[in-house]
């Protein structure tokens, strides 16, 4: 049962890159509230080899993070969103939104030109709300079914005339 506050204003909200160790494990924290925690899996299942090496984005209210993802590049094209966990009394106030951005912007400025996720399918909605797109069949990871899905970055050099690429497919 999510506990959120729709029109909540969320005090000195920041959603920029992480900063320093401190924040880190602030992070990692609140990656293991969100999405290990309620699975009852024990602290240090939320982190990875990879992070140490990855491009973190960070929400933050008042000095405590609220909500976070990752960015790592698999390939010179291909870029890998994880982690993505905002607080459950925080959601549906554009947090998660403003984290998918941070890193599609991210992901553009190191002209990646495909963003993959492999999303909890609860979720899927959120992602194509962004431009995301299923790709595959949907299977179990952590007894939870999940999803693979993409997003296309058309570069935005080169354009002639009037017409510019739509970086997301489905907003209103
Ligand atoms: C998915 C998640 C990151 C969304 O964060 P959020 O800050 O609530 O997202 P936003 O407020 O930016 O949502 C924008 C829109 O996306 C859609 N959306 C948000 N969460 C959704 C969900 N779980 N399912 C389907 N659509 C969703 C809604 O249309 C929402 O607009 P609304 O608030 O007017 O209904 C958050 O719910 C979360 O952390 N969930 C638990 C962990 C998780 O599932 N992570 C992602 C996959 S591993």
Do not use: C
Request: no cysteine; net charge negative; aromatic share 8%.
């Amino acid at each position: 049962m999510e506990n959120n506050s729709a029109h909540q204003k969320i005090p000195n909200l920041e959603v920029r890159p992480l900063e320093d160790e401190k924040e880190l494990e602030d992070m990692y924290y609140q990656r293991w509230l969100v999405l290990r925690s309620p699975l009852g899996m024990e602290r240090g299942t939320e982190r990875d080899k990879h992070d140490q090496s990855a491009f973190h984005v960070v929400a933050v209210s008042n000095g405590r993070v609220i909500g976070s993802a990752r960015l790592r590049e698999l390939s010179p094209e291909l870029g890998s969103i994880a982690y993505v966990a905002v607080l459950p009394e925080f959601h549906h106030q554009g947090i998660g939104t403003k984290l998918i951005q941070t890193l599609i912007a991210k992901a553009r400025e190191n002209n990646l030109k495909r963003l993959r996720v492999m999303t909890r399918l609860n979720a899927l909605g959120f992602y194509q709300r962004l431009g995301f797109l299923a790709t595959g069949a949907t299977f179990d990871y952590l007894d939870i079914p999940h999803q693979f899905m993409e997003l296309n970055l058309p570069s935005s050099l080169h354009i002639q005339g009037d017409w510019q690429p739509a970086l997301y497919s489905d907003r209103d």
